[in-house]
């Protein structure tokens, strides 16, 4: 199985050229979130932290972002 920043780095070096720049945003976007998910999963699963506050903000942050992005890409649709 593949650790979380495996996976996103793994998404992130994947070329999107064919994307728009909002789209190239929404996949880099998903991509951290299902980074950051995937961290504090396994640090809850090897009980290496206490502390997820930190974790959930950050995750928090890239889902807002990442509803931004979409709305933003909704709203060009032709």
């Given at each position: 199985?593949?650790?979380?920043?495996?996976?996103?780095?793994?998404l992130?070096?994947?070329?999107?050229?064919?994307?728009?720049?909002?789209?190239?945003?929404?996949?880099?976007?998903?991509?951290?979130?299902?980074?950051?998910?995937?961290?504090?999963?396994?640090?809850?699963?090897?009980k290496?932290?206490?502390?997820?506050?930190?974790?959930?903000?950050?995750?928090?942050?890239?889902?807002?972002?990442?509803?931004?992005?979409?709305?933003?890409?909704?709203?060009?649709?032709?």
């Amino acid at each position: 199985m593949a650790t979380s920043l495996e996976i996103y780095r793994e998404l992130e070096q994947k070329r999107y050229d064919y994307l728009t720049p909002a789209e190239q945003k929404i996949v880099r976007l998903g991509a951290a979130a299902v980074a950051c998910q995937s961290a504090m999963d396994e640090h809850k699963r090897l009980k290496q932290m206490e502390d997820y506050s930190k974790m959930e903000v950050m995750l928090e942050s890239f889902l807002s972002q990442l509803e931004i992005a979409i709305a933003f890409r909704s709203s060009i649709i032709p």
